[in-house]
C-alpha cells in the first residue's frame, strides 16, 4: 500500500522560507511522476513542481519558477520542496502526490495523493 505524508509546513513571514517533505511508503522510483500540487482557499488545485522517470527537468509552475525547488532522496523514498522567497500568495495546503503509471507532470489524476500540509504566509 502506497502513502505519502507530508510535512514542514506552518506559518512564515513574507521572505522566509520552508521546506517541506514527503515520506513515500510503498511507492517505487523506477517508474513514476511525483511532485507538489497546491490549494488555496477558493480556488483550483495547482500542480506547484514536479519531477518524472520520463523527464530529466522538473516542472515549475511559472509563479514558483527560481523560488521553489524540488528534490528526491530515492533512497529514503522521499521528495522534498524547498520554497525561498515565500510570499502571501504561497498561502495554500500543500499535497504531495505521485503516480506509478503516468510520467508526465503535472497530472493532476495521479493515484496517490498525501493528506496535506498547510502554508501560510503573513505579510
Known amino acids: 500500500e502506497v502513502q505519502l505524508v507530508e510535512s514542514g509546513g506552518g506559518l512564515v513571514q513574507a521572505g522566509g522560507s520552508l521546506r517541506l517533505s514527503c515520506a513515500a511508503s510503498?511507492?517505487?522510483?523506477?517508474?513514476?511522476?511525483i511532485g507538489w500540487f497546491r490549494q488555496a482557499p477558493g480556488k483550483e488545485r495547482e500542480g506547484v513542481s514536479c519531477?518524472?522517470?520520463?523527464?530529466?527537468?522538473?516542472y515549475y509552475a511559472n509563479s514558483v519558477k527560481g523560488r521553489f525547488t524540488i528534490s528526491s532522496d530515492n533512497a529514503k523514498n522521499s521528495v522534498y520542496l524547498q520554497m525561498n522567497s515565500l510570499k502571501p500568495e504561497d498561502t495554500a495546503v500543500y499535497y504531495c502526490?505521485?503516480?506509478?503509471?503516468?510520467?508526465?507532470?503535472?497530472?493532476?489524476?495521479?493515484?496517490?495523493w498525501g493528506k496535506g500540509t498547510l502554508v501560510t504566509v503573513s505579510s
Open positions: 502526490a505521485a503516480d506509478s503509471v503516468v510520467t508526465w507532470c503535472p497530472y493532476y489524476g495521479m493515484d496517490y
Open positions: 519531477i518524472s522517470s520520463s523527464d530529466d527537468s522538473p
Open positions: 510503498g511507492f517505487s522510483f523506477d517508474n513514476y511522476a
